[in-house]
């Protein structure tokens, strides 16, 4: 409806105007037409009583529509329910000590820029995006008892830190050009696969293998002030300088492919065989060298294959009786007989004959 104008006329009492009823009525319209449109009908649901605008109507919402593409502005802070205060872009809690809650609905996230947040997960929401969390200044990201400062993981109490299950890592190293320390020692205890270069000064294991076909490689020196054992199928290759300071056993082939320089002195394995008259006595393959200790009656030896380039030095040391090895495995005539402390002699193994051949001898009789 139009707004209803009361006719005054052109000056007072000059009987013009509208009628008292007639002007009464317009009124009433117009004030009818105006509780209407802005809902201070109480039949429309809305009361407006000073500053306050309350829903007249039980658990009913009060709901502010702009047009098109209007917007509602606020141009003051605004406080809801005494609890929450919105000033510009920040949001405060009015409530000492009070959170500030966000609740999505179902399986719905709380999302800022490009950040979802649902229930206890933060998740990135673009596609191959990172999640990071960055500190000021020298400040740490700490996660309860853990502390993340660049590179660095530290403990914030006096536990150490914990990786529960398997860990598998395919490159441990900085991102920037720091080393990647481990101030404190680290205990691993179970397997350690190492892709690429592993520097260290100090490597207390039990086993060093190679998980493929290829043998573990050692580039540079190699410094051992214990044992070094080589056992099982996989090969021991050292391809550069091997100092070792201590006792070296080998259970296995050990194969040099350039010279052998010993300050000290290298020594065989040894076995001692003591005839007794009867029988056959058989000289190990698998020691470098042979007492014979005759003191006992005579012995009649024998010999098993070797391999390849073998070596072995047979020495009488007690010389009671004769020692005799026949030639079924041996490139002679008939034999070699030790019956003197001292006589000696040394065999290579060949392949293509597949027996023991006399290189030295020294006082046996060779028949």
């Known amino acids: 409806m139009a707004q209803q104008t009361v006719g005054i006329g052109s000056s007072a009492n000059d009987g013009t105007g509208d009628p ?26 809305i009361d407006i009583n000073a500053n306050t605008i309350t829903s007249t109507s039980t658990n009913d919402d009060i709901i502010i529509d702009p047009n098109g593409t209007g917007k509602i502005e606020l141009a003051a802070d605004v406080e809801i329910d005494n609890g929450l205060n919105i000033n510009a872009s920040t949001i405060t809690s009015l409530t000492t000590n009070g959170d500030i809650t966000l609740t999505p609905n179902g399986t719905g996230g709380v999302v800022i820029d490009s950040i979802k947040v ?79 270069t592993l520097s260290a000064s100090t490597v207390d294991v039990n086993t060093i293998q190679s998980t493929d076909s290829a043998g573990v490689v050692v580039n540079d020196g190699l410094s051992v002030a214990g044992p070094l054992n080589g056992a099982g199928s996989s090969v021991l290759q050292i391809t550069d300088g091997i100092d070792v300071e201590a006792a070296s056993t080998f259970e296995g082939a050990v194969t040099f492919d350039s010279n052998i320089l010993a300050n000290g002195y290298l020594r065989y394995s040894t076995e001692t065989i003591s005839g007794d008259g009867a029988g056959t006595d058989a000289i190990g393959v698998n020691t470098g060298v ?71 001898v020294q006082g046996a009789t060779v028949s």
Request: hydrophobic residues 40%; without cysteine.
């Open 20 to 45: 008292l009823r007639t002007a009464f009525t317009k009124i009433n319209e117009n004030f009818t037409e105006l509780y209407a449109q802005t809902g201070m009908d109480t039949d429309k649901g």
């Open 290 to 360: 042979t007492f014979l200790n005759t003191s006992g009656g005579t012995s009649s030896l024998t010999f098993a294959d070797g391999v390849s380039g073998q070596v072995k030095h047979i020495i009488m040391v007690v010389a009671g009786a004769a020692a005799t090895l026949d030639n079924t495995n041996l490139n002679v005539s008939t034999s070699i007989v030790f019956d003197a402390v001292g006589e000696a002699a040394t065999l290579v193994f060949d392949g293509t004959t597949n027996k023991w051949n006399i290189v030295g």
């Open 118 to 196: 649902t229930e206890n997960e933060i998740a990135a929401t673009n596609t191959n995006d990172d999640l990071v969390l960055s500190a000021a200044g020298t400040g740490n990201v700490v996660m309860g008892a853990i502390r993340i400062n660049g590179s660095q993981i530290s403990s914030d109490d006096s536990n150490a830190i914990q990786i529960k299950e398997t860990l598998q890592v395919d490159n441990l190293s900085s991102d920037d050009s720091s080393a990647l320390n481990v101030t404190s020692g680290m205990t691993i205890a179970g397997a350690v696969d190492v892709n690429g």
